[in-house]
């Protein structure tokens, strides 16, 4: 234990203060329809431009390079989506890269949950500090959720990433209780769980709008 106290380690470090450290593994999980998708891209327009958000409430204290994998989205669709967040472009320049299956042969995205799918990603990963993976239902395409064991490829693969230094947020639909669906084993690696529910004066003009 002396010898590893004796290690020179780099400080701990914030992609998002207080929510998301580096090498951090972080779930954004929500009701249908509450605006998951919305939030997620606004966290990555965040990371990748350097801005905080929530008047400084989450601190971002430069840019980070962030992967966007989406599951499910017409390119279209999430084109539409970030013009409305993205008020100037150059703030993010390169920072930000947005993967769909439109773009991809066939229209299939990689498995997560499997070997293969991992071995295609991680070649796309190298260069990126943050990836965010929307949503585990469409792209943790692997057993059943409600098994632990299910979970367990995706978890080690989460781990590996981590030991490389990247930061994972993982998308998810939360069940009828609204609690995030499928095991309760997806908690236990994770630094960070957000659930995302709309106010009881919520209404529906509003848009976006929910308690964190």
């Known amino acids: 234990v002396g010898e590893f106290l004796s290690k020179d380690l780099p400080q701990k470090e914030y992609i998002i203060e ?22 997620a891209l606004f966290l990555a327009c965040k990371i990748a431009s350097g801005e905080s958000l929530f008047s400084d409430r989450w601190k971002i204290n430069k840019k980070w390079k962030g ?32 993967v769909t299956p439109d773009l ?5 995205m990689p498995n997560i949950g499997s070997e293969e799918g991992q071995e295609k990603l991680e070649k ?7 990836i965010i993976v929307d949503n585990l239902s469409t792209l943790a395409r692997h057993g059943k959720e409600n098994e632990a064991n299910s ?14 230094g990247k930061s994972i947020v993982f998308i998810h639909h939360a069940g009828k209780d609204n609690n995030q669906r499928g ?11 957000i659930n995302l529910k709309q106010p009881t004066d919520y209404n529906s003009e509003e848009g976006a709008r929910f308690e964190v």
Do not use: H
């Not at 539409?80 to 703030?91: C, G, N």
């Not at 796309?124 to 943050?130: Q, R, S, T």
């Not at 979970?151 to 490389?164: E, F, G, K, M, V």
């Not at 095991?183 to 769980?193: H, P, Q």
């Open 18 to 39: 207080p929510c998301l450290p580096k090498q951090g593994l972080a779930m954004i999980y929500a009701k249908r329809g509450i605006g998951k998708t919305y939030f």
């Open 151 to 164: 979970w367990n490829p995706i978890a080690q693969w989460a781990l590996r990433l981590r030991s490389q």
């Open 183 to 193: 095991t309760s084993k997806k908690e236990d690696v994770l630094d960070t769980v």
């Open 124 to 130: 796309i990963i190298k260069g990126f500090d943050v």
């Open 67 to 98: 992967l966007y994998l989406d599951g499910e989205m017409p390119a279209n669709a999430m084109q539409e989506r970030l013009k409305t967040l993205i008020e100037y472009p150059d703030k993010i320049n390169n920072n930000l890269e947005i």
């Open 104 to 108: 991809q042969i066939n229209g299939i």
